[in-house]
T-cell receptor, first 112, second 113 residues
Framework: SQKIEQNSEALNIQEGKTATLTCNYT??????LQWYRQDPGRGPVFLLL?????KEKRKERLKVTFDTTLKQSLFHITASQPADSATYLCALDTTGANNLFFGTGTRLTVIP | DAGVIQSPRHEVTEMGQEVTLRCKPI?????LFWYRQTMMRGLELLIY????????DSGMPEDRFSAKMPNASFSTLKIQPSEPRDSAVYFC???????????FGPGTRLTVL
């Protein structure tokens, strides 16, 4: 069956360090992969999109990698801040037609 | 830009009652999505419209659920009759095209007693 796994339910790191979140998938051939941030009581907010022919994407302190051989995406937040504390969701689209399948998310806490 | 608008924000109802959730997508977006989020199952796509036409409703759990999009600026998700297991947060999202980001609304928290 199709499956998307995010490395852990919760991740705690010290302020200033780099947070690395993992998204693994099986039985998919995604056209692209997206990362979203969700704060409590709010809807997800789009962060980055990376296509199957791209290895890496950056946006300010955020970096996403996409390895279709390993079936894995890594999401990095450098120089983390307490304001980065949130749940981060990865989502795959296997058809390019906007049918997104979401992982269960990783709750990141950045400790001051 | 007001973003995606959903109403109501909270709904508490009794089992067996009809529930209607409403969504206004961002103007100019031609794709609209309904999702359901629970602790157990995470965020699940229920149905997806493109240019007001339902494209994929394979995520709709059963016949008690129905969705409509009568025009480009309005969509509804209806549950009839509602059951306690339908309790969840329901999100509406819109997108300007395929293969691009989705913009989510604030969600409707539904509690069925």
């Amino acid at each position: 069956s199709q499956k998307i796994e995010q490395n852990s339910e919760a991740l705690n790191i010290q302020e200033g360090k780099t947070a690395t979140l993992t998204c693994n998938y099986t039985n998919y051939s995604p056209a692209y992969l997206q990362w979203y941030r969700q704060d409590p009581g709010r809807g997800p907010v789009f962060l980055l999109l990376i296509r199957e022919n791209e290895k890496e994407k950056r946006k300010e302190r955020l970096k996403v990698t996409f390895d279709t051989t390993l079936k894995q995406s890594l999401f990095h937040i450098t120089a983390s801040q307490p304001a980065d504390s949130a749940t981060y969701l990865c989502a795959l689209d296997t058809t390019g037609a906007n049918n997104l399948f979401f992982g269960t998310g990783t709750r990141l806490t950045v400790i001051p | 830009d007001a973003g995606v608008i959903q109403s109501p924000r909270h709904e508490v109802t009794e089992m067996g009652q009809e529930v209607t959730l409403r969504c206004k997508p961002i103007s100019g977006h031609n794709s609209l999505f309904w999702y359901r989020q629970t602790m157990m199952r995470g965020l699940e796509l229920l149905i997806y419209f493109n240019n007001n036409v339902p494209i994929d409703d394979s995520g709709m759990p059963e016949d008690r659920f129905s969705a409509k999009m009568p025009n480009a600026s309005f969509s509804t998700l209806k549950i009839q009759p509602s059951e306690p297991r339908d309790s969840a947060v329901y999100f509406c999202a819109s997108s300007p095209g395929q293969g691009v980001e989705q913009f989510f609304g604030p969600g409707t928290r539904l509690t069925v007693l």
